[in-house]
């Protein structure tokens, strides 16, 4: 070994006095205290808005008081409706996660992979498509179903998709993914030896499944339920779609209508939004309980093989039940936008003549779209990009650092999950109206929405993959001699490539799509696209609709697939 | 070679919220030094050895390697990892796996600014000392197990470091390749003539690698020294028990048939056991310490006076290089190790000997 006479580090007296790196103080303490900033300010402002019992246009408010909450009982047809779907849908929802779960974790079931991976594109094709297409297929005078039943000769249309239960189920379609993903995770991670140990005892399979199998999954499965059931108190677009043009309202789209109406009464709609803030957020606490505090050693962090039951030819029936979800919540939709944007009025029995394609013409010259389009992708390219950088440092502050306070830290960011979106830019408006920068209206309010209310998505994807990471691979570096950002900067953003490609691809994804919190934040000025598809909706005709909806979904994909391929030659090119 | 500076803990105390993982304790490894920190899992040991990385954060107390202070609850100081100036081997061995081994060895060296001229040359020195030379090129992801331990092992003496650390590095090998591994690190400790702490569970590898061990129980040291003393000389039942199995004799000291540093222990069912105090104080009751392997065994019985006993074999083990024998003696049965293959029947009545020199007086509880 060479000898090196130099000392190693600097000499000792020059820096001792120094307590701690203080790079990673500064920038840690930055973040955090943004994030803390982004997320608590409109809370606070949602907030004092419910209790303001004075003249609404003084601000600061005169007066605080209950008044508001006083009046929520007359609302109560509202409350019922909200209810009633979020049962509903959160009951359907989990039959089809924990049936097709079950089918793909458990059976040999034809091209489990295959249907594995496309359980996920529900995700992508968002309530807002589903509930568009659904609309085409399943509204009681003109939905192509209907025509097709009444064609046959009926006289009553099949179903109405607008009704309580059509809106719940085209919720349900898409939250089942979701519901799938949880479920099937806690099927995942059950040790098969816990079965097997029953059945060599000389139980038998039935006894096995209903002593041993069930109840080991069931705190998995109740968190998933209490989970779907907060996401669909909050969830706005479908009944947005479906449900308020015949008046139907849920507490979602009853905020956004009193917001929006001549005069609004923001006040009462705070109350509201404060009331389903209240409940979403009591059951996000228990889900977040029941999964952490879980005495059961199924999940134990180990990926098991679980058994696989040969089910014989029963095998393909349950091929077709995983394929008729994925068509009701993928295909079928999809098909049908594509189908109804190529015809000048859809119709299920489309003539030659009635084929065009202005719709898509006309949707590309339309200023309006245009620039929505464009401000919808800047927005989701910044979003992303700043947001990656910001829940990454998050992230790695909760998982990593030894920071004081970032116990609490991970409870404010995570707070946004347990906030609907429409009620965080209800907050956000509010508060960004008496703030002194005239952010109000532009684009960077709406970049700060999304940075705002995507915080928990970035952060959960990223420390996803951190606490994967040995801590020692970084421990290693800092006793190596290097800096806190040459550490950053070798080892532990290498490392993360991964999780950072999926932060900011989800992000993208989702700020594009975003509706909850752009159709009450945007401008005359700065408009984005999605919320410009449900105006279109209610506004011009569905068919337009439907091709601007389609133009979205392609864009969208071109743009995840131009940044996959760019990310991949430059991890190959070592860059 | 910058001399190696000695390493002085005094007074340490580290907690996990309230629960106190550590202390209060105090130690000193020599310059040039190996000392193993040795102990059951949770006895704080790493957690030690990792305060002394600055990868844990002490409540209170001092450490300093060298002339420099590292920790000072008192004074408020904690010098970041980063600018203490020593080496770690992770018992995950922590190879990062996005660069080529050659990356990884050189990491230290481009860290301290060196040229691509000397990362180079340096870093080949360090792959030639674990034998890895050939592998430079190789991404880290493509190792075994032991391979990715030599390119660990290189990593932290790239740099040529004053001070290593190692936590567990043998533990995730296979036996063989550990007690290859063992002699190699012992040697290589050697010749860097580097101040080292060494954490393991293993007592063969504290026996065979250290200059000085400490014995750790509850974050506690309950014996330090040298392996032969640690091995010979266990302080209490616990060190005794849990350095090599031994098999322990408690009972009435009889003041009148000691000698000096020569004792008797009378037990409880009559036997009187000679051992050596070890100058440790005598009180009413004691309790000896046998090893295993210092028990005899025979059909005749031994010349001499003291330490033979009848005793009947219960039960006995071939176990490959040893036979364990369980020894029914009185009403207690203690367990000896013998070289050899000579095979027991049960129930054969046997001549049981031990040395007096090997009956060590352990200190009371």
Same mark, same amino acid.
């Given at each position: 070994?060479?000898?090196?006479?130099?000392?190693?580090?600097?000499?000792?007296?020059?820096?001792?006095?120094?307590?701690?790196?203080?790079?990673?103080?500064?920038? *840690?303490?930055?973040?955090?205290?943004?994030?803390?900033?982004?997320?608590?300010?409109?809370?606070?402002?949602?907030?004092?808005?419910?209790?303001?019992?004075?003249?609404?246009?003084?601000?600061?408010?005169?007066?605080?008081?209950?008044?508001?909450?006083?009046?929520?009982?007359?609302?109560?047809?509202?409350?019922?409706?909200? %209810?009633?779907?979020?049962?509903?849908?959160?009951?359907?929802?989990?039959?089809? *996660?924990?049936?097709?779960?079950?089918?793909?974790?458990?059976?040999?079931?034809?091209?489990?992979?295959?249907?594995?991976?496309?359980?996920?594109?529900?995700?992508?094709?968002?309530?807002?498509?589903?509930?568009?297409?659904?609309?085409?297929?399943?509204?009681?005078?003109?939905?192509?179903?209907?025509?097709?039943?009444?064609?046959? *000769?009926?006289?009553?249309?099949?179903?109405?998709?607008?009704?309580?239960?059509?809106?719940?189920?085209?919720?349900?379609?898409?939250?089942?993914?979701?519901?799938?993903? =949880?479920?099937? /995770?806690?099927?995942?991670?059950?040790?098969?030896?816990?079965?097997?140990?029953?059945?060599?005892?000389?139980?038998?399979?039935?006894?096995?499944?209903?002593?041993?199998?069930?109840? !080991?999954?069931?705190?998995?499965?109740?968190?998933?339920?209490?989970?779907?059931?907060?996401?669909?108190?909050?969830?706005?677009?479908?009944?947005?779609?479906?449900?308020?043009?015949?008046?139907?309202?849920?507490?979602?789209?009853?905020?956004?209508?009193?917001?929006?109406?001549?005069?609004?009464?923001?006040?009462?709609?705070?109350?509201?939004?404060?009331?389903?803030?209240?409940?979403?957020?009591?059951?996000?606490? %228990?889900?977040?309980?029941?999964?952490?505090?879980?005495?059961?050693?199924?999940?134990? #962090?180990?990926?098991?093989?679980?058994?696989? =039951?040969?089910?014989?030819?029963?095998?393909?029936?349950?091929?077709?039940?995983?394929?008729?979800?994925?068509?009701?919540?993928?295909?079928?939709?999809?098909?049908?936008?594509?189908?109804?944007?190529?015809?000048?009025?859809?119709?299920?029995?489309?003539?030659?003549?009635?084929?065009?394609?202005? +719709?898509?013409?006309?949707?590309?010259?339309?200023?309006?779209?245009?620039?929505?389009?464009?401000?919808?992708?800047?927005?989701?390219?910044?979003?992303?990009?700043?947001?990656?950088? @910001?829940?990454?440092?998050?992230?790695?502050?909760?998982?990593?650092?030894?920071?004081?306070?970032?116990?609490?830290?991970?409870?404010?960011?995570?707070?946004?999950?347990?906030?609907?979106?429409?009620?965080?830019?209800?907050? =956000?408006?509010?508060?960004?109206?008496?703030?002194?920068?005239?952010?109000?209206?532009?684009?960077?309010?709406?970049?700060?929405?999304?940075?705002?209310?995507?915080?928990?998505?970035?952060?959960?994807?990223?420390?996803?993959?951190?606490?994967? @990471?040995?801590?020692?691979?970084?421990?290693?570096?800092?006793?190596?001699?290097?800096?806190?950002?040459?550490?950053?900067?070798?080892?532990?953003?290498?490392?993360?490539?991964?999780?950072?490609?999926?932060?900011?691809?989800?992000?993208?994804?989702?700020?594009?799509?975003?509706?909850?919190?752009?159709? !009450? %934040?945007?401008?005359?000025?700065?408009?984005?696209?999605?919320?410009?598809?449900?105006?279109?909706?209610?506004?011009?005709?569905?068919?337009?609709?439907?091709?601007?909806?389609?133009?979205?979904?392609?864009?969208?994909?071109?743009?995840?697939?131009?940044?996959?391929?760019?990310?991949?030659?430059?991890?190959?090119? #070592?860059? | 070679?910058?001399?190696?500076? +000695?390493?002085?803990?005094?007074?340490?105390?580290?907690?996990?919220?309230?629960?106190?993982?550590?202390?209060?304790?105090?130690?000193?490894?020599?310059?040039?030094?190996?000392?193993?920190?040795?102990?059951?899992?949770?006895?704080?040991?790493?957690?030690?050895?990792?305060?002394?990385?600055?990868?844990?954060?002490?409540?209170?107390?001092?450490?300093?390697?060298?002339?420099?202070?590292?920790?000072?609850?008192?004074?408020?100081?904690?010098?970041?990892?980063?600018?203490?100036?020593?080496?770690?081997?992770?018992?995950?061995?922590?190879?990062?796996?996005?660069?080529?081994?050659?990356?990884?060895?050189?990491?230290?060296?481009?860290?301290?600014?060196?040229?691509?001229?000397?990362?180079?040359?340096?870093?080949?020195?360090?792959?030639?000392?674990?034998?890895?030379?050939?592998?430079?090129?190789?991404?880290?992801?493509?190792?075994?197990?032991?391979?990715?331990?030599? &390119?660990?092992?290189?990593?932290?003496?790239?740099?040529?470091?004053?001070?290593? %650390?190692?936590?567990?590095?043998?533990?995730?090998?296979?036996?063989?390749?550990?007690?290859? =591994?063992?002699?190699?690190?012992?040697?290589?400790?050697?010749?860097?003539?580097?101040?080292?702490?060494?954490?393991?569970?293993?007592?063969?590898?504290?026996?065979?690698?250290?200059?000085?061990?400490? &014995?750790?129980?509850?974050?506690?040291?309950?014996? /330090?020294?040298?392996?032969?003393?640690?091995?010979?000389?266990?302080?209490?039942?616990?060190?005794?028990?849990?350095?090599?199995?031994?098999?322990?004799?408690? #009972?009435?000291?009889?003041?009148?048939?000691?000698?000096?540093?020569?004792?008797?222990?009378?037990?409880? #069912?009559?036997?009187?056991?000679?051992?050596?105090?070890?100058?440790?104080?005598?009180?009413?009751?004691?309790? @000896?310490?046998?090893?295993?392997?210092?028990?005899?065994?025979?059909?005749?019985?031994?010349?001499?006076?003291?330490?033979?006993?009848?005793?009947?074999?219960?039960?006995?083990?071939?176990?490959?290089?040893?036979?364990?024998?369980?020894?029914?003696? *009185?009403?207690?049965?203690?367990?000896?190790?013998?070289?050899?293959?000579?095979?027991?029947?049960?129930?054969?009545?046997?001549?049981?000997?031990?040395?007096?020199? +090997?009956?060590?007086?352990?200190?009371?509880?």
């Amino acid at each position: 070994m060479e000898c090196d006479d130099r000392p190693l580090v600097p000499v000792a007296a020059t820096i001792e006095k120094r307590p701690g790196a203080p790079a990673q103080k500064l920038v *840690g303490a930055a973040v955090a205290l943004l994030a803390a900033a982004f997320v608590l300010y409109p809370v606070y402002y949602l907030f004092q808005a419910a209790f303001d019992v004075g003249d609404p246009n003084v601000r600061p408010p005169e007066a605080y008081g209950l008044d508001n909450f006083a009046l929520l009982p007359n609302y109560s047809e509202i409350m019922l409706n909200t %209810l009633g779907v979020a049962v509903a849908a959160t009951v359907m929802a989990l039959v089809f *996660g924990f049936v097709i779960a079950w089918i793909l974790t458990r059976t040999n079931v034809p091209m489990r992979a295959a249907l594995e991976q496309l359980m996920a594109v529900p995700y992508y094709v968002t309530p807002l498509l589903g509930a568009l297409a659904w609309a085409l297929l399943g509204s009681p005078e003109s939905g192509f179903i209907n025509q097709l039943w009444r064609a046959a *000769g009926a006289k009553e249309a099949l179903f109405d998709v607008t009704g309580p239960i059509g809106i719940a189920w085209v919720m349900a379609l898409f939250e089942g993914s979701v519901a799938f993903v =949880m479920i099937s /995770a806690v099927m995942k991670s059950m040790d098969p030896s816990l079965e097997e140990a029953s059945q060599v005892i000389g139980a038998s399979r039935l006894r096995t499944m209903i002593r041993i199998t069930l109840p !080991l999954v069931a705190p998995g499965v109740l968190g998933a339920a209490i989970y779907v059931f907060a996401e669909m108190l909050g969830s706005f677009s479908a009944a947005l779609v479906l449900g308020s043009p015949n008046r139907f309202y849920v507490i979602t789209t009853a905020i956004y209508q009193l917001v929006s109406q001549y005069p609004p009464r923001l006040p009462l709609a705070a109350a509201m939004g404060v009331s389903l803030f209240a409940v979403m957020f009591a059951m996000i606490f %228990l889900y977040r309980r029941i999964t952490a505090g879980r005495s059961y050693v199924t999940v134990s #962090g180990k990926a098991f093989r679980p058994r696989v =039951m040969d089910v014989g030819t029963l095998r393909w029936v349950l091929f077709a039940v995983c394929a008729v979800y994925l068509i009701m919540s993928v295909f079928l939709p999809m098909a049908t936008l594509l189908f109804a944007s190529v015809q000048r009025l859809a119709t299920v029995f489309p003539k030659p003549s009635n084929l065009t394609l202005e +719709h898509y013409t006309t949707a590309l010259s339309l200023n309006a779209v245009r620039s929505a389009m464009g401000n919808s992708l800047l927005l989701g390219f910044l979003t992303a990009t700043i947001g990656i950088v @910001l829940t990454g440092l998050l992230a790695w502050i909760i998982q990593r650092s030894r920071l004081p306070g970032r116990n609490v830290l991970e409870y404010i960011v995570m707070f946004p999950q347990a906030v609907p979106r429409l009620v965080f830019a209800f907050g =956000m408006m509010w508060a960004w109206l008496v703030f002194p920068l005239p952010v109000y209206g532009t684009l960077w309010i709406l970049l700060i929405a999304y940075l705002t209310v995507f915080l928990p998505l970035g952060v959960r994807t990223i420390s996803g993959v951190l606490v994967q @990471l040995d801590k020692s691979l970084e421990e290693c570096g800092e006793v190596c001699g290097a800096s806190w950002f040459y550490r950053m900067r070798t080892i532990t953003m290498p490392l993360l490539r991964p999780g950072l490609i999926a932060a900011w691809l989800l992000i993208f994804v989702a700020s594009v799509r975003e509706l909850g919190a752009s159709i !009450l %934040l945007m401008g005359p000025n700065s408009k984005v696209l999605t919320p410009a598809i449900v105006e279109a909706f209610f506004s011009s005709s569905s068919e337009l609709t439907a091709a601007m909806a389609l133009i979205q979904t392609v864009v969208v994909g071109a743009v995840m697939l131009v940044f996959l391929t760019v990310s991949r030659r430059a991890a190959r090119h #070592g860059a | 070679m910058l001399a190696s500076p +000695h390493i002085e803990v005094t007074d340490l105390v580290i907690r996990y919220g309230n629960i106190a993982a550590v202390g209060p304790i105090s130690f000193a490894a020599e310059a040039g030094k190996q000392l193993t920190l040795l102990g059951p899992s949770g006895c704080g040991k790493t957690t030690t050895l990792r305060a002394v990385a600055g990868l844990e954060q002490p409540v209170s107390g001092r450490i300093r390697i060298g002339d420099r202070t590292m920790f000072d609850g008192k004074a408020g100081i904690n010098m970041p990892t980063e600018q203490r100036g020593l080496s770690m081997v992770f018992q995950s061995y922590a190879i990062w796996p996005h660069m080529t081994v050659f990356d990884n060895v050189a990491y230290g060296l481009r860290v301290r600014g060196k040229s691509a001229g000397e990362v180079k040359e340096l870093v080949g020195h360090a792959l030639d000392l674990v034998q890895m030379s050939a592998y430079g090129g190789r991404s880290a992801s493509q190792l075994s197990g032991g391979q990715q331990q030599r &390119v660990a092992l290189a990593r932290a003496c790239a740099f040529s470091p004053t001070v290593l %650390l190692f936590d567990e590095p043998l533990s995730n090998l296979d036996a063989k390749l550990r007690g290859d =591994m063992r002699i190699e690190l012992r040697e290589l400790q050697h010749r860097l003539g580097v101040t080292s702490l060494y954490v393991t569970h293993d007592l063969e590898e504290a026996l065979a690698m250290s200059d000085t061990i400490l &014995v750790m129980k509850g974050g506690q040291i309950e014996q /330090a020294g040298p392996p032969a003393e640690i091995y010979n000389f266990p302080r209490t039942e616990f060190v005794a028990d849990f350095v090599g199995s031994a098999n322990l004799i408690r #009972g009435r000291v009889r003041g009148d048939l000691a000698t000096g540093d020569a004792i008797a222990v009378e037990t409880r #069912g009559g036997q009187i056991v000679y051992g050596t105090a070890h100058g440790r104080a005598t009180a009413g009751e004691a309790c @000896l310490s046998v090893r295993a392997v210092h028990f005899s065994l025979g059909r005749e019985r031994p010349a001499g006076e003291r330490n033979i006993w009848q005793a009947a074999v219960h039960r006995s083990v071939f176990l490959g290089d040893l036979t364990q024998v369980h020894v029914t003696w *009185g009403d207690r049965e203690v367990v000896v190790r013998q070289s050899g293959m000579q095979l027991w029947e049960d129930a054969q009545p046997v001549w049981l000997s031990v040395d007096p020199r +090997h009956c060590v007086l352990l200190e009371p509880n």
